[in-house]
């Protein structure tokens, strides 16, 4: 079941309030830690916990006079706790804090992001299977080449998702780890164990070394990976614009009742949603590009990412987000027409199979050279004189003292063609529950 797109999801997890409260529970289980050490009384922790509490409104209000977002929450956290608030933020930087949660907020868009990925992965299976034996035609350089189905392009782009399933988990895991160890990193005034408690709590790692900041290349691998899924789906989208090129006019985006393609042309049917992805996944590899600018930082730290990070991490991930549900629902929904997939595969009346007979001709003896030079001299009489090109090997002397006519003929057949299909598609899917069955063989069909 494919769950209906809420951006309310992803949203939420940039929203300040949920900012703000990670950044409690880390203050609140740093005081934990630090009461099994000694350094917090037990009559303290028991004021935090009951009495920390925050507003947002008012934690901006003392930040436009502070000018610093950690120390104004603080402040507004203390006001409600009282004397006792004295115990909060003991030894820790406001990085320790920021880093932490951050990771944290990273982590809970990865989670939204995968169940995407996983949403979107089944949709392309359940679409390869439907059309595992939709034949139609390759293209290179914008080309025709070779007979493939619409089913192994489904499948190629359901294992570039599956990779990026992946590569996301991996850099979830990258992200995964906090630090409080202090203005430098050093532990000065406080112990690792009061790290591993935090981190433990907030389900991350602690950085086995730090300075005043995570480093940032575990941010740049983060949104590098966002920067390869937004690839993907502009790869995705962009076929699907060629597709619906009135010149090629084999699959095309739902038009809906009431649907206006343009101002000035009432006939127009535009691959808007595809265009609109297009343009997107360029603003999610800039953001990538901004990522890897973060890296190096002067000394300990500056904070120059921390402004890029604010942009970069809420705009990433709720775009990645969009653009996941949109490219779903579009193959979804996406119009297939097996009948113009049929025709644009015998525009060339047969060339598409120059291949096989090249083969057959290696195979009677023939260099590769002479056999290329055969086919070549055939294909070109073929296209100069738009005849048919099975009709013109036969005709052919040179050819014919080497292959008979159902030599010939066989070459033209597409079940030859496309017999791994099936083995192709088994691999990609690899026995997994929703892998399409294994079609019955279709009848021996030939282009004439």
């Not at 619906?244 to 343009?262: C, I, L, M, N």
């Not at 080497?402 to 057949?413: A, G, H």
């Amino acid at each position: 079941m494919i769950r209906r797109y809420s951006r309310k999801a992803m949203a939420a997890v940039w929203e300040p309030e949920n900012r703000f409260r990670k950044w409690l529970q880390i203050e609140i289980w740093a005081c934990e830690a630090m009461a099994k050490e000694g350094r917090v009384p037990a009559f303290a922790l028991q004021a935090i916990r009951k009495k920390a509490g925050f507003d947002v409104a008012r934690i901006e209000a003392i930040e436009k006079v502070v000018k610093h977002d950690v120390i104004a929450f603080l402040t507004a956290v203390s006001e409600r706790i009282g004397p006792e608030a004295r115990y909060l933020h003991l030894g820790l930087t406001s990085s320790d804090v920021l880093d932490t949660s951050l990771a944290m907020l990273m982590v809970e868009a990865a989670a939204i992001l995968e169940n995407d990925l996983k949403d979107f992965l089944q949709v392309l299976k359940r679409r390869a299977g439907e059309h595992r034996r939709t034949f139609m035609i390759g293209r290179t350089h914008g080309m025709h080449a070779e007979p493939i189905t619409f089913g192994l392009i489904l499948a190629l782009w359901y294992a570039e998702t599956e990779r990026n399933l992946e590569r996301l988990g991996r850099a979830k895991e990258r992200i995964a780890y906090g630090k409080i160890s202090g203005a430098v990193g050093t532990y000065a005034h406080l112990s690792p164990a009061v790290e591993a408690y935090v981190c433990k709590k907030a389900g991350l790692q602690p950085a086995p070394i730090s300075n005043q900041i995570i480093q940032r290349d575990r941010h740049a691998e983060y949104f590098l990976t966002l920067a390869l899924i937004a690839s993907t789906i502009e790869k995705i989208a962009l076929e699907i614009r060629h597709l619906q090129r009135t010149e090629v006019a084999e699959a095309e985006e739902p038009f809906s009742e009431g649907q206006k393609g343009s101002s000035a042309m009432p006939h127009k049917r535009n691959p808007i949603a595809a265009e609109n992805l297009t343009g997107l996944s360029r603003v999610v590899r800039s953001n990538a590009w901004a990522a890897l600018e973060n890296v190096a930082l002067w000394h300990e730290r500056d904070i120059s990412h921390s402004s890029v990070e604010r942009i970069i991490a809420p705009d990433s991930t709720i775009l990645l987000d969009f653009m996941l549900a949109r490219i779903t629902q579009l193959v979804d929904h996406l119009v297939i027409y097996p009948h113009t997939m049929d025709a644009n595969l015998k525009i060339t009346r047969g060339l598409i199979f120059s291949e096989g007979i090249m083969l057959k001709l290696i195979q009677k003896g023939l260099s590769r050279e002479q056999a290329y030079a055969l086919v070549q001299k055939a294909a070109f009489r073929t296209l100069q004189g738009k005849k048919d090109f099975q009709r013109v090997l036969l005709q052919d002397r040179s050819i014919r003292g080497y292959l008979q006519p159902r030599e010939i003929q066989d070459c033209f057949d597409l079940s030859h063609s496309l017999r791994y299909v099936d083995e192709i598609l088994r691999r990609v899917f690899h026995g997994k529950d929703h892998a399409p069955q294994r079609p019955q063989r279709s009848p021996r069909q030939k282009i004439k």
